[in-house]
């Protein structure tokens, strides 16, 4: 769910319970600023995605019930865990990082009782993670806040079945998870936590799965529902990637076996362009950064129609624009109008910044002209984001090219070889031709994630089978029109030659000094292709070879996660983990013996 922010600024006594409501519902700095009388000063869009790296502290507050059955020092074992697989992302991903320390920072004690999760005792750069006992047999929920992005934060409403252990998830159902571990932890907690997160850095303004299915209800074609499920959605064709940012969806799919589905997931995810954007952002000087020079006023924003197949602008267009109001509801008008002798139109979304604030981001333009077919293009929370946080536009702006009538799908077809092996890439081999022009191309199989999406020849694509059985492979082809055509056909995939997961141990120091070099040894069955090694989420070694040694240098004191990660030539995967503590300094006189994860 969306963030909500606070404010440090003097406010009168009528405007701080105004100030409250809107900051339930909106991250958008220009509303806060207006409502709390300070003038705003222009900043360059230069300071936008360069803030300094930084380290958060994150602290769990836990049900008790969450831990009854592990105790605490299991239950704060896995939550290092979790926060290794938090850090694999955001490290990957932003500037952004996170702490945790097993002994001090999980609090077993109802949320509801816990001071900070009532917003009362944060401490300036920590993040509290408040989780009570889930009833419904799945993990749900989730809510966020912060203060000054966030110089202290908490993500709240979490609701979760159990602690998993993320290294030992299975697909069998349990009485602690029906859905299995591994669907609960990858495709609800994970997901949940890392879309919480985002929300505390400041990003999700409006909530971005606002713009995953909205209804077009003009009547008035062409009719152009927005669906991220639909494989032929024209406006979600080139932003498939989006769906990988977890506050619009989840990546979970279920693969060959949860240890490989794990790593594939941290690997799947990404942050869209205008999340780190915003999560880079050294969002602390309001004034600066909470003016319209970031976000751009919705007074000018512009629509631009084109022909296209010349480009060129098309004065005299008719353009209307509506709105999503949300829940629901019927799309409204915003307003009509005629382009200008440059092809644009002009106007104002009516509601200013409070757009962000209760997700009305998400418009639909349409326009016709003489002798074209009639088009339309919608304009979300998405491209408001990528438009200024990222390019640094000076006005919204909204393009719309109409071209001939066009009623003749594309023609496709599929070469795709008769069997593959499970963790071996196949090539596939579509062909897409148009009577007039082909727009895309996308290729697909059992899962709902693209295998390949094209815009333009060639279009051979790379597809490595995750599971054996019968696999249905499709091509879609969608011309300039918005045509489509689908070819598929099925592909036998053989089980791996070798199903069994490598044996993997490791040895770390219980103790290691920052700054100083500490060394971690493992070993692993003769099987193993590749052993990495990764402190808190983030590779220090990779080896292909025997012996398995990593000299690592812990960068500050506090506690470490540390796994060793074995791969073998079938892609099969297993993963011991450890926790070390990383002392200011240590005596060679101190040192204890090292500790032993067996094989």
């Known amino acids: 769910m969306r963030a909500f922010f606070s404010l440090r600024a003097r406010l009168s006594p009528l405007t701080v319970p105004m100030l409250a409501t809107l900051m339930k519902r909106s991250l958008l700095l220009p509303i806060l600023l207006a409502l709390s009388g300070m003038t705003p000063a222009f900043a360059a869009m230069d300071d936008v995605g360069r803030a300094a790296p930084s380290v958060h502290r994150l602290k769990f507050i836990a049900d008790p019930e969450l831990a009854a059955d592990i105790g605490p020092a299991e239950a704060a074992r896995r939550l290092a865990q979790y926060v290794a697989d938090v850090n694999t992302v955001f490290t990957r991903e932003t500037v952004r990082s996170f702490v945790f320390d097993p002994s001090t920072d999980l609090q077993l004690v109802p949320p509801a009782a816990a001071p900070q999760c009532s917003y009362n005792g944060l401490v300036n750069g920590e993040v509290v993670v408040c989780i009570s006992k889930s009833k419904r047999g799945y993990s749900h929920g989730g809510l966020s806040t912060s203060w000054t992005f966030p110089q202290k934060g908490v993500a709240w409403n979490l609701n979760w079945v159990a602690i998993h252990d993320p290294l030992r998830l299975s697909r069998a159902p349990s009485a602690a998870a029906p859905e299995s571990t591994e669907k609960d932890y990858l495709g609800r907690q994970l997901k949940t936590l890392l879309h919480e997160l985002e929300h505390v850095f400041g990003a999700g303004a409006g909530e971005y799965y606002n713009g995953v299915a909205v209804t077009d209800t003009t009547g008035v074609a062409p009719i152009a529902d927005l669906a991220l499920a639909d494989e032929g959605d024209r406006y979600w064709w080139t932003r498939q990637n989006w769906r990988l940012d977890p506050l619009l969806g989840t990546v979970f799919e279920q693969r060959r076996d949860p240890a490989a589905n794990r790593i594939a997931t941290l690997e799947m995810i990404r942050f869209t362009p205008g999340t780190k954007a915003s999560i ?4 602390t000087d309001w004034p600066k950064l909470g003016s319209s020079k970031f976000m751009a006023g919705t007074t000018a924003t512009q629509v631009r129609v084109t022909d296209r197949d010349s480009g060129a602008a098309l004065a005299g267009a008719q353009v209307s624009v509506w709105r999503n109001p949300g829940a629901g ?81 594309p023609t496709v077809s599929l070469a795709a070889p008769s069997t593959a092996t499970v963790g071996q890439p196949t090539l596939i081999a579509p062909a897409v031709v148009d009577n007039v022009g082909v727009w895309g191309v996308k290729v697909l199989g059992n899962d709902s994630i693209p295998i390949c999406t094209f815009t333009a020849p060639p279009y051979t694509c790379s597809w490595t089978p995750g599971s054996p059985g019968v696999q249905t492979i499709r091509v879609i082809g969608v011309d300039a029109a918005g045509n489509t055509a689908v070819a598929s056909a099925n592909v036998i995939v053989q089980p791996p030659a070798i199903a069994v997961p490598p044996a993997v141990a490791m040895t770390v120091p219980p103790a290691a000094a920052a700054r100083a070099p500490a060394q971690l040894e493992a070993n692993a069955s003769a099987n193993v292709a590749q052993l990495s090694f990764i402190v808190d989420g983030k590779t220090v070694c990779s080896l292909q070879a025997a012996p398995f040694s990593c000299r690592w240098t812990p960068s500050a004191a506090g506690y470490a996660n540390i796994e060793a990660r074995a791969v073998d030539a079938a892609g099969n995967i297993a993963s011991v983990s450890a926790i070390t503590r990383v002392t200011p300094q240590l005596s060679i006189s101190s040192v204890p013996p090292p500790a032993s994860s067996p094989l």
């Open 329 to 409: 509801k019927p799309l409204v008008m915003l307003v009509t109008g005629v382009a200008d002798a440059s092809g644009r139109f002009v106007f104002d979304w009516d509601c200013g910044f409070s757009c962000f604030a209760v997700g009305k981001t998400t418009l639909l333009v349409k326009a016709h002209a003489p002798n074209r077919a009639p088009g339309a293009s919608w304009f979300t929370i998405f491209d408001a984001f990528e438009q200024k946080a990222v390019q640094g536009l000076p006005m919204f702006t909204i393009d719309l090219a109409l071209g001939g009538i066009d009623v003749t799908p």
């Open 280 to 283: 880079d952002t050294d969002w």
